[in-house]
């Protein structure tokens, strides 16, 4: 049985189009099909080394848009399509802004057995219409990448360089490098279509995979927010996530994006103290750009609010996971 590489295609720059060649910023994003993007990627059977190709379009969005539901839908076609022994791995097409949300949650919620392949999540700063689309060469790197020894986990791949879904964070709105890893750095990087790894492959996380997808495409999500301390600020934003709205989900869970280690201004704590009595959940993370809250632990002591050593929207991804895996029967 020949071995395939399957393209799933999200959307996002990488498939837009501007009216002029020349614009980089005034584009709709997730115009092109993906499997149209591979017909653009020169060399493209050479970095999957002959093997054959599979497209398969998931949905056509502007990553700024993403609802649950297309994070189920992905989460699924990317399961079912790793069970099948003939795939080598799966590349994942997606818009910038929230590629690190979804690679959260694919790391979370796909089942470690599924996570020894590897699934590659690739991206664009500039549409598929500019004069130097970057999403071409992303495209080969990440074909390198899923069809390298050894690749498993959720994978980034984005201007040559390599990253763990635990740490990547779109850190600049323009340039074609738009991805860090912070103090962990990148995994490696993609070099005239090989693979330089630095220090092997992540460790994948064994308790992925405790959430139910069957479930949670049931149900409603838990509504979780995400609110930020800073000076000045005040307890009514979270009095009035206390009150749902008509046609509003009551809010669940809280993550606050904390000064410094993770401290929250006192009068928003007060607010929280509240909300945590009414049974909403709270959690913390440091709002600072590198480094996590120190001392974080998923078990809160005595009083305090739950830490996690994540960002705000991965956090935001890991509660209301939590909380659902929480409620499943
Ligand atoms: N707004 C776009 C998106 O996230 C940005 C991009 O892909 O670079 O879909």
Redesign the pocket.
């Known amino acids: 049985m020949s071995e395939k590489v399957v393209f799933l295609g999200m959307?996002?720059?990488?498939a837009?189009k501007a009216a002029q060649a020349g614009d980089n910023v005034g584009y709709t994003?997730?115009q092109v099909a993906v499997s149209a993007l591979l017909d653009s990627v020169p060399g493209l059977q050479l970095a999957l080394g002959g093997r054959a190709v599979l497209s398969e379009q998931v949905c056509q969005?502007?990553?700024?848009d993403l609802q649950h539901a297309d994070w189920l839908a992905l989460a699924q076609r990317v399961r079912q399509h790793l069970a099948l022994p003939e795939v080598r791995g799966v590349v994942v097409t997606?818009?910038?802004?929230?590629?690190e949300e979804t690679a959260y949650f694919l790391s979370r919620v796909l089942p470690p057995v599924l996570q020894q392949k590897p699934v590659v999540i690739t991206?664009?700063?500039r549409p598929a219409s500019s004069l130097t689309p970057d999403g071409p060469a992303n495209m080969a790197d990440a074909a390198t990448v899923a069809t390298s020894e050894g690749a498993r986990g959720v994978l980034v791949v984005c201007a040559g360089k390599l990253h763990a879904a635990a740490h990547v964070q779109k850190v600049h709105p323009y340039r074609v490098d738009?991805f860090d890893s912070g103090e962990a750095g990148p995994l490696g990087m993609v070099e005239e279509g090989r693979l330089r790894l630095f220090n092997g492959w992540p460790a994948v996380n064994s308790e992925a995979g405790l959430v139910n997808l069957e479930r949670l495409s049931q149900s409603d999500w838990p509504r979780v927010e995400i609110l930020v301390s800073h000076g000045g600020a005040g307890g009514a934003l979270v009095r009035s996530l206390l009150i749902a709205a008509p046609g509003d989900a009551p809010v669940r869970g809280i993550v606050v994006a904390g000064t410094g280690n993770g401290t929250i201004h006192k009068d928003v704590e007060a607010a929280l103290r509240i909300a945590r009595a009414q049974g909403v959940r709270v959690a913390r993370v440091s709002r600072c750009a590198y480094g996590q809250v120190v001392g974080a632990s998923t078990q809160a002591r005595s009083g305090e609010f739950q830490a996690f050593g994540l960002s705000a929207v991965k956090a935001r991804v890991e509660l209301m996971l939590a909380i659902a895996a929480d409620t499943q029967p």
């Open positions: 959307g996002g720059t990488i837009g994003a997730g969005i502007d990553s700024k997606h818009g910038t802004d929230t590629l991206c664009a700063m738009a």
